[in-house]
């Protein structure tokens, strides 16, 4: 108990700790590490070329909205005030004043009180403080003088006492002096405005005007009004308490919106038509609380120049942020009307933000999905159940939890629920009692209602189901669409009605329901416009909001055609709940919840504005690189495209370097490095209508690198000439060279070739001599065969007589003279061996070759093998073998075998083929 006591008084406590709350316009904040420069910003002005100029200490700041640029005055002393005029950059200073013009992208600054002698001999020491023109005459103040520059001369005019300022309204100048009264400075004279007499002790630090309305700012005593030309009187409004102890710096009126900058509390923003009015400070947006200077530009929005740093407030949106900046509201789910402010679900449970302040609801910390008012009622969708904020009483009425989804019955007084159980129906709008009317106990995270008893819903995970219910409530039918149109990939499906059509993102594509046929039917239309943006969110029956890439598009249809119109990004950046993105419409505004707050728009009617786009590169070495012109090779170059506008007009940029791909600009200028040689173009885009439209182009040159150079071609050329020369020359000497190589080469052949016809003719010759000599021996050898021949007949002869005498016996007389003879007509031994040896030798490569090819021969067997290679016959060679005829044809039967011969072959033949 006592411990639920000390939650109660914490959270109590809690809930009045939190700072104030309201929704207001977006704010910039620039801190001096930004800039690079001082503390204090004295001045501000915007230039012709929309570029906005500070005057901030000892430098002039230039800021293009991508870029800063800083400047000091030749003699370094500090720049008090700046001015716009014509073409030209006016800056004031300690005993001096001239202009700033850019040339080739930086300002470069002309005195115009130094070639005039303006201080020259000078005995006072004056800093100008502001600058003003009135027709084509420019004025320089100090506190105690004013130079009139005419344009042919400057005089100087000393004020009636000391001054605080100068104020142009209508073309007439007031100059309020120190606690002495306001005067008009008119025909070089000082009258002073008796109306005015309200204010005649005090610092005036503003003098603005508002129709027929003038508004006096004093520093200490708030601000008077004078009406109709009427005497000065306090201003009425409460808030002119507040300003009595905040001193009033400075002052500026714009389109009935009072803009109040103070020393102590930032600044006040009045509307003078509503009396509305809101703070801007330290603690919600700006960086410090002293607001030394306001400023309008072009587009109606605020500069404020601040004792430390620079703040651009663009209040000329429709879009607003309503940000918690303790950190204490955290992630927005769900919003609703309440009183004059918002009840907010977050993630930290349940907040009133109400007369700019923000309490948290006890005891409702946790997860909030949804917020739903009904009548003076709020039915509060819970992580821990549903419960109702009624009278500022916090109560659970049911333990049905995390209600995703609550939305009343089209057909009935019903309401119907989705949360983490299911989906479910309230009869009559009786929370307490639910009935269950889908069939699983599983999360549903959404839901369509297509008719009286049929609903199309989905999971958390997965799905996408058909519920068809009975008269009674009870369950007819459900049908699983993704699984009857056989689509297998179909987690996390989005849901979405547009125009009376259910549209329902599965697996990458847009999809139509055929109700009757449950038949999902792709839809060219969305899948052209929108493919792969599965984040629609309905606005009304004509507009709807998409998340692409991160960035949000309203967008708009037109006949066919859709109308993209991109919300900066600046508004949201990091601050969106992907897949969670809602948008609820309160009072004709359009809220966009995110973390820590949400944003306000004030009409989804707005048109793209075409902006004009303005191109500066600037390198390293020569500084700005005008279109056309070359950079070396290598040279890092930055490209800074700078639009004319600062506010919610800056529309987000493409850009796209020759033919890469299309990517963001995101911080307004493209760092480019290492690029090769040659032409190189950048062409940025737009997005419109959700296409992307050319809107400008930069096109540069690289140079060459240094070995690429038009000397360094020459010497290539030269040196590559000078080789070719060489290699020619080269060439032709071994040119000469081959020639006289090829005829010595000739002059050997010829003679080889000489020598070689000498000595085929001297082995021919003696091939010739040879066959010669082989005929020769030839027919010695048939010479020597005839001889044989004859001596066979004579051994024949011979064997005959002998026989003869063998068989005679008569006559032994006969016998002994005829043996006789025999005796001395037969061959000796050695004639024999002689035929043999001349035999052998005629025949000599017969028997070499015979001998090769058949070395188990006999002498015997080789001397039948002449015999049969000279014809001879068995008859024939058995007396020159001395032996008989069986005894050859043995011989010559032995001979066949150790040749291996086939009794088919003729062994004469044989032997004359052999050699």
């Known amino acids: 108990m006592l411990k639920r006591t000390f939650l109660y008084i914490f959270f109590l406590f809690f809930t009045l700790v939190i700072k104030a709350q309201e929704v207001l316009p ?78 080739d992208g930086k300002m470069v600054y002309t005195s115009v009180s130094g070639p005039k002698k303006v201080f020259k001999n000078y005995t006072n020491s004056e800093e100008i403080w502001k600058i003003f023109n009135v027709g084509k005459t420019l004025y320089f103040q100090s506190f105690n003088e004013l130079f009139v520059d005419n344009g042919k001369a400057i005089k100087k005019i000393n004020f009636p006492s000391q001054i605080s300022y100068c104020f142009v309204l209508d073309d007439e100048i007031y100059v309020a002096t120190v606690r002495k009264g306001v005067y008009k400075f008119k025909n070089n004279d000082f009258q002073k405005v008796d109306y005015f007499s309200a204010v005649d002790d005090n610092i005036v630090h503003g003098i603005e005007k508002n129709e027929n309305d003038i508004y006096i700012f004093t520093q200490k005593n708030g601000v008077f009004i004078s009406k109709n030309n009427g005497n000065a009187i306090p201003w009425t409004h409460d808030i002119n308490e507040k300003l009595k102890s905040q001193i009033v710096i400075s002052a500026k009126i714009l389109d009935h919106k009072l803009f109040i900058g103070t020393a102590f509390n930032g600044l006040y923003v009045v ?17 410090n609380n002293s607001v030394l200077n306001v400023f309008a530009d072009k587009e109606k929005n605020i500069w404020l120049g601040l004792d430390n740093g620079i703040s651009h407030i663009v209040q000329n949106s429709p879009y607003k942020i309503f940000a918690d900046y303790s950190g204490q509201l955290g992630t927005v789910y769900a919003l609703a009307k309440y009183n004059n402010g918002f009840l907010i679900g977050s993630n930290h449970g349940v907040f009133e933000a109400n007369d700019k302040k923000i309490r948290l609801i006890p005891n409702s910390q946790g997860q909030v999905w949804n917020v739903l008012k009904i009548n003076n009622d709020y039915i509060i969708g819970h992580n821990e159940g549903t419960f109702l904020y009624a009278n500022e009483s916090y109560k659970r009425i049911n333990d049905l939890t995390g209600g995703w989804k609550l939305q009343k019955d089209k057909y009935s007084n019903d309401y119907i629920q989705s949360n983490y159980t299911g989906l479910y129906k309230y009869v009559n709008g009786d929370f307490s009692k639910a009935i269950k009317i889908n069939d699983r106990t599983k999360p549903v995270k959404d839901f369509l209602q297509i008719s009286e008893h049929i609903f199309i819903y989905t999971d958390s995970y997965r799905g996408l189901f058909k519920l068809e219910l009975n008269r009674d409530n009870s369950i007819k039918k459900i049908t699983n669409l993704s699984e009857e149109n056989k689509i297998d990939n179909d987690y996390n499906v989005k849901m979405f009605q547009y125009k009376g059509t259910e549209l329902f993102y599965i697996n990458n594509s847009w999809y139509s329901l055929d109700i009757v046929n449950d038949k999902l039917i792709l839809n060219d239309q969305f899948n052209k416009a929108f493919k792969n943006v599965q984040e629609l969110i309905s606005i009304d029956d004509s507009h709807f909001l998409i998340n692409k890439n991160g960035v949000l598009y309203i967008i708009n249809q037109v006949k066919d055609a859709f109308v993209w119109t991109p919300i900066p990004l600046e508004y949201y950046q990091g601050k969106l709940i992907n897949n969670e993105t809602k948008i609820f419409q309160l009072d004709n505004k359009f809220l966009v919840n995110m973390d820590d707050g949400f944003l306000m728009i004030d009409s989804i009617q707005t048109k ?30 930055k490209v800074y495209v700078i639009s004319e506008y600062f506010g919610s007009n800056k529309t987000l940029l493409y850009y796209k370097v020759d033919d890469e791909e299309l990517q963001t600009l995101e911080n307004g200028f493209i760092d480019l490095k290492n690029l090769y040689s040659g032409s190189h173009t950048i062409t940025i885009y737009n997005s419109n209508d959700g296409d992307f439209n050319k809107i400008a ?57 000489r020598l070689e016809i000498e000595a085929d003719n001297k082995i021919k010759l003696q091939e010739y001599e040879k066959h010669l000599l082989e005929n020769q021996v030839q027919v010695k050898a048939n010479e020597l065969a005839s001889k044989s021949l004859s001596i066979v007949k004579q051994t024949e002869l011979i064997e005959s007589i002998q026989n003869i005498l063998d068989t005679e016996t008569t006559t032994s007389s006969l016998k002994n003279k005829i043996g006789k003879a025999i005796k001395i007509n037969s061959l000796n031994k050695n004639e024999w061996k002689s035929f043999e040896d001349n035999l052998l030798k005629s025949n000599e490569d017969f028997v070499k070759e015979l001998s090769k090819r058949y070395q188990n021969l006999t002498s015997k067997d080789i001397k039948l093998c002449i015999y049969l290679k000279m014809n001879l016959s068995s008859k024939e060679i058995a007396p020159l073998m001395n032996i008989s005829y069986r005894g050859v044809e043995l011989h010559r039967y032995r001979l066949r075998k150790k040749l291996d011969l086939d009794p088919s072959v003729n062994l004469n033949l044989f032997m004359n083929n052999i050699f």
């Not at 509503?274 to 960086?287: A, D, E, G, M, P």
């Not at 504005?609 to 290598?634: C, H, L, M, P, T």
């Not at 071994?734 to 050997?748: A, F, G, M, S, T």
Request: net charge positive.
């Open 271 to 287: 509307d003078l038509n509503s009396q509305y009015f809101y703070n801007i400070n330290r603690s919600n947006v700006l960086k």
């Open 608 to 637: 793209n504005r075409n902006q004009k786009i303005r191109i500066e590169a600037f390198n390293s070495e020569n500084g700005i690189v005008n279109e056309g012109d070359n950079i070396s090779y290598k040279e890092q170059l």
């Open 697 to 753: 182009a930069y096109s540069f040159n690289v140079l060459n690198p240094w070995y690429f150079s038009f000397w360094m071609k020459l010497v290539y050329f030269l040196l590559i000439s000078g080789i070719f020369y060489l290699y020619y020359k080269w060439n032709k000497i071994k040119y000469y060279q081959k020639l006289k190589l090829k005829e010595e080469e000739l002059r050997h052949k010829n003679e080889i070739l």
């Open 26 to 103: 977006l704010v910039k904040n620039y801190t001096k590490q930004d800039y690079n420069g001082d503390n204090q910003v004295w001045n501000l002005t915007q230039g012709k070329d929309n570029a906005m100029y500070f005057a901030n200490n000892g430098f002039l700041l230039r800021y293009d909205g991508v870029k800063w640029e800083k400047y000091t005055l030749p003699n370094q002393s500090i720049i008090r005030s700046v001015y716009s005029f014509e073409d030209k950059i006016y800056t004031g200073s300690y005993n001096e004043f001239g202009y700033w013009k850019r040339v």
